[in-house]
Structure formats: C-alpha cells, structure tokens
C-alpha cells in the first residue's frame, strides 16, 4: 500500500490551515494524474485521509478556518460549553469501532470502521452547518453518501425511519456521567431522508480523519437540517417503522421537533430563526430555507405544514 503523509503543522507554521488546504488542493489539480497516482486505497493513511474525491459541490462561501471547526463544537458527551469537546474528547478511542446495523433489515450486519471506510469511494463536500443556537460553519466533510451503506443491508418495506445511536461509555464520555441530555445521543430521520444523495456518512474534514470532537470515528451530516440532527460517534444504525424520538425530543418536545429542517420562518421557541452569525463574522447573515438546500430537498416535504412538522 502507497501511503502519502502530509508532514504535520508545525505551531511556528503561520499559513491558516484553510489556506494552507487550498492551495494544496490547488496543487493536487494542477498536480492531476500524477500525484493521484500518490493515493492508493480509500484508507487511512497516518492522520490524512487518501483516494478522496474532490468536491462535487459548487459552494462559494469561504470555509470556515479548521481552528473554529474543531474547537467550537457541540459533543455533550465532553461537556456542555463550546470549548469542551476539543478539550475533553482525547478520551475517546475510535478502533477498534464497529457499527451496527439492524432492525427493519434483510441483511442486519456488524460492521468494522476499518471496512466501512472502504464501502464506497469517499468524496469531499463542503456544506453548511447551521445550529439551531443560530450559528453556522462552512466544512469541507468527506465521506460518502449513507445510502450506500443502506443498500448494502437491503432495508424492508417496514423500513420507514432510521435511528442513529451514539456510543454510550460514561468512562470515555465524562459528559454522560450527568443527565444534561437522555444517554446515549439519538437522532433519527424519515427513511426518504436518510437515502436522500445529500446526506453524508462522514469519516473526515478538511482532508483528515475526524477529530473526537467532531464525531470520530463516523457520524451523520444532514445539510439541510439543524446540526444537531447529525449524532456523531455512532455505534448502531436502526431501521424502523415509527418515527423516533430523539435526545432533544426527549429534552424539550416544544422546542425541538423530529424534521428540524432549517427554516427561517418558524423560530425556535426561546428566539427566532430568521438570521445566523457564521463563525469569524461580525454581522449576521439571513438564515436559507431549507439551508440553501431547498432546490435538491424541498419536493421531500411537499404538502406538509413545516410549523406543525418543524
Ligand atoms: N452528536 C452527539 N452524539 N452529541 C452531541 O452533543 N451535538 C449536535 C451534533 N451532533 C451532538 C451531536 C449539535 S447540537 C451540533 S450543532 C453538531 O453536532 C455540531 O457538530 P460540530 O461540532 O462538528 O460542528
């Protein structure tokens, strides 16, 4: 196996990261066969994540600097303040993993990350991620979409939603020692949803394996919905005939609803939705149906009451 390192960010390094990966981006397209003759496999390869696809996704938004990405996250598991997780979360051991799938299956199976990761090619996507506490990031994530991985389970006519699992380890996870949230983490999605070519089973960002505080070794990116529909660091994958209830459900059934698609028209309960800040902007910016998404996503939700179904 080719195997190609990166050497690491030396701290004296003044180039941003961002920057840094655009123009190495810039230098793998120049670079074309050449150096994609460098990447091999679709596996891992030290902390950089080799064989990726560039990105299918036309984006102009600048991406928000890898320093915010992973030290401005939301993982309760570690803690409930903004800096928590990218302090907390090296506790977290990602191999081995296994993910479960089961439930409303013809073929329910065990699968090893290291073999999940070379399921399908994987791709870079820069999406949006809009929070529902009105922020928003630009990350370029890379993983492949999760109806490759439902195919490969054969989901039966019962299957109507899926339910996404945390791990639940209080002894890793320091965060789960207190009831902030209903442990483990689940989310869940309409089965239409979850096999929708946008959603990403994400193994990385910014050309790397996930951080633990992003969700190593795999979670969930719905684009279109607020993030904290995207469980991360998940364990078991269920295919089921009722809609589920979520941690948040569970934690405030009037303020968190089971689609929680990104609409500026209906707000939260505690404050609006109308308008986010991306993070390194002093000025907010309006908040897009659907989160820009509207135009592949919107025909999913045709007919319904999105401020019933929110
Ligand atoms: N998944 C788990 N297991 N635990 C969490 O607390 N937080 C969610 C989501 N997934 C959360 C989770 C929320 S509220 C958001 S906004 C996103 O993760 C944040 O993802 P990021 O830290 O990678 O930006």
Excluded at 189 to 198: G, K, N, S, V, Y
Aim: proline letters at 7%; aromatic letters at 10%; a neutral charge.
């Amino acid at each position: 196996m080719t195997t190609y390192k990166l050497p690491p960010i030396q701290s004296s390094e003044i180039t941003p990261r961002e920057l840094f990966y655009n123009r190495r981006r810039f230098m793998q397209l120049a670079a074309g066969a050449s150096l994609t003759a460098l990447f091999s496999d679709s596996v891992l390869a030290g902390e950089q994540l080799a064989n990726v696809k560039k990105s299918t996704d036309s984006l102009a938004d600048e991406l928000t600097p890898y320093k915010d990405v992973t030290t401005y996250n939301n993982f309760y598991e570690f803690g409930t303040d903004k800096e928590d997780p990218s302090k907390n979360a090296g506790s977290l051991k990602t191999r081995p993993w296994t993910i479960t799938v089961e439930g409303e299956v013809n073929k329910p199976k065990v699968f090893d990350i290291d073999e999940l990761l070379k399921l399908a090619p994987l791709e870079e996507r820069i999406y949006r991620l809009r929070c529902v506490e009105a922020w928003s990031m630009v990350i370029p994530w890379i993983g492949f979409p999760l109806a490759e991985l439902l195919k490969q389970v054969e989901p039966t006519g019962n299957a109507k939603f899926i339910e996404f699992i945390s791990l639940h380890d209080p002894e890793q996870m320091p965060g789960q020692k207190s009831a902030t949230l209903n442990w483990p983490y689940k989310e869940g999605l309409r089965i239409d949803e979850a096999m929708h070519p946008l959603t990403l089973l994400t193994v990385g960002l910014y050309g790397e394996v996930l951080p633990n505080q992003n969700g190593a070794p795999i979670r969930i990116v719905v684009p279109w919905k607020y993030g904290f529909k995207s469980a991360k660091s998940i364990v078991k994958i269920r295919l089921v005939e009722k809609q589920p209830v979520s941690s948040w459900m569970e934690a405030g059934p009037n303020e968190y609803g089971f689609y929680s698609n990104v609409n500026p028209a209906v707000d939260h309960a505690r404050w609006s939705q109308a308008k986010e800040r991306r993070l390194g902007d002093f000025l907010k910016r309006p908040t897009l149906m659907f989160n820009g998404y509207g135009d592949q996503v919107a025909q999913l939700y045709a007919g319904m009451d999105l401020s019933k179904n929110f």
